[in-house]
């Protein structure tokens, strides 16, 4: 089956510790996104990529950081410079040039 | 800020159709509308998307208006499981998905 893999689905940290969450797709998709989610609230974009070894920062990158070493992954990594990082984490993918973005089941990170 | 306007909650009777709307004014020539649901503790699933014209799939319509400032998105008949939230979203770049708060349906027997 083709789709989107997040690992683990519940993570717990404490503070003062980075943490990185995975994110591995086999759709031979282009590009890679991160979102985060607060509870009621819409996703808000950290970081994307659309190409290997490249990536831009989305709304809110403060305390975050990403690699894009394979086409396959996009590991997040939460800083302890993240303030308040206990949310829910989505990874997408689509096509390259095309919106439609396919989701990942989410990681849900919270901290001690 | 979401360039969208959907209302926070309805309800749909289980096998009624669901018409969702969404105000989007300010959209411009080249975005589309996409539509995305979200059940409790899942990531977001893709639903329809269009530009000018109506679009139907296997899970929904899409009801554009002629001057592209609102649509509507059709369930033919609900079910329990299509209880989520529903965003819609107006987009031209791949990049720029602006997730709001979406419309909570709630689907009752």
């Known amino acids: ?112 | 800020d979401a360039k969208t306007t959907q209302p926070p909650s309805m309800d749909c009777a289980e096998g009624r159709a669901a018409n969702l709307p969404c105000n989007h004014s300010t959209i411009s020539g080249n975005e589309y509308v996409y539509w995305y649901r979200q059940i409790h503790s899942q990531g977001p699933q893709y639903i329809i998307h269009g530009l000018k014209n109506n679009e139907t799939n296997e899970m929904a319509s899409l009801i554009i208006t002629e001057d592209r400032k609102s649509s509507t998105l059709i369930l033919p008949h609900a079910t329990l499981r299509d209880t989520a939230v529903y965003y819609c979203i107006t987009t031209g770049t791949a990049s720029k998905l602006t997730f709001g708060t979406g419309t909570r349906l709630q689907v009752t027997l």
């Open chain 1, 1 to 112: 089956d083709g789709g989107i893999t997040q690992s683990p689905k519940y993570l717990f940290r404490k503070e003062g510790q980075n943490v990185t969450l995975s994110c591995e797709q086999n759709l031979n998709h282009d590009a890679m996104y991160w979102y985060r989610q607060d509870p009621g609230q819409g996703l808000r974009l950290i970081y994307y990529s659309q190409i290997v070894n490249d990536f831009q920062k989305g709304d809110i990158a403060e305390g975050y950081s990403v690699s894009r070493e394979k086409k396959e992954s996009f590991p997040l990594t939460v800083t302890s410079a993240q303030k308040n990082p206990t949310a829910f984490y989505l990874c997408a993918s689509s096509r390259a040039g095309v919106e439609t973005q396919y989701f990942g089941p989410g990681t849900r990170l919270l901290v001690l």
